[in-house]
């Protein structure tokens, strides 16, 4: 992102949702999948982060509320068949940042970082 002028992202918040129906679908399917009398395997499980996509917005409720669509239902729809999962905010927020530097102020802000650029 260097290249777009951004050196840094701030981030003011994080929001976890819990919802206890996907938590225990989750579970059911870690404990299918995974030897749970290893008290150690939590250890190795990672929190993952999912970036709004700024093209349908609105999937996130949908997301909140079922969990994932199948890789199917998101190639009905033009989507990439898997979700974005990332283990890092920057990496969850690069389609909006993408997004916001194809507006009229994000062209203005890549300009002047390319000036800044000429300059130095």
Request: proline share 3%; glycine share 6%; no cysteine.
């Given at each position: 992102?260097n290249s777009?002028?951004v050196?840094?992202?701030?981030?003011?918040?994080?929001?976890?949702i819990?919802?206890r129906?996907?938590r225990?679908r989750?579970?059911?399917?870690?404990e299918?999948?995974?030897?749970?009398?290893?008290?150690?395997?939590?250890?190795?499980?990672?929190?993952?982060?999912?970036?709004?996509?700024p093209?349908?917005?609105?999937?996130?409720?949908?997301?909140?509320?079922?969990?994932?669509?199948?890789?199917?239902e998101?190639?009905?729809?033009?989507?990439?068949?898997?979700?974005?999962?990332?283990?890092?905010?920057?990496s969850?927020?690069y389609?909006?940042?993408?997004?916001?530097?194809?507006?009229?102020n994000?062209?203005?802000?890549?300009?002047?970082?390319?000036?800044?650029?000429e300059?130095?």
């Amino acid at each position: 992102m260097n290249s777009l002028g951004v050196t840094g992202i701030n981030v003011t918040s994080v929001t976890r949702i819990h919802n206890r129906f996907l938590r225990n679908r989750f579970e059911d399917k870690l404990e299918q999948n995974t030897d749970v009398s290893d008290q150690n395997y939590k250890g190795s499980l990672e929190y993952l982060f999912y970036g709004i996509d700024p093209v349908q917005p609105s999937e996130i409720f949908k997301i909140i509320n079922d969990g994932f669509w199948s890789p199917e239902e998101y190639s009905s729809i033009g989507m990439s068949t898997y979700p974005g999962l990332v283990n890092s905010v920057s990496s969850a927020e690069y389609a909006w940042i993408n997004d916001y530097f194809k507006t009229s102020n994000g062209s203005a802000l890549i300009r002047q970082a390319m000036k800044q650029k000429e300059r130095s």
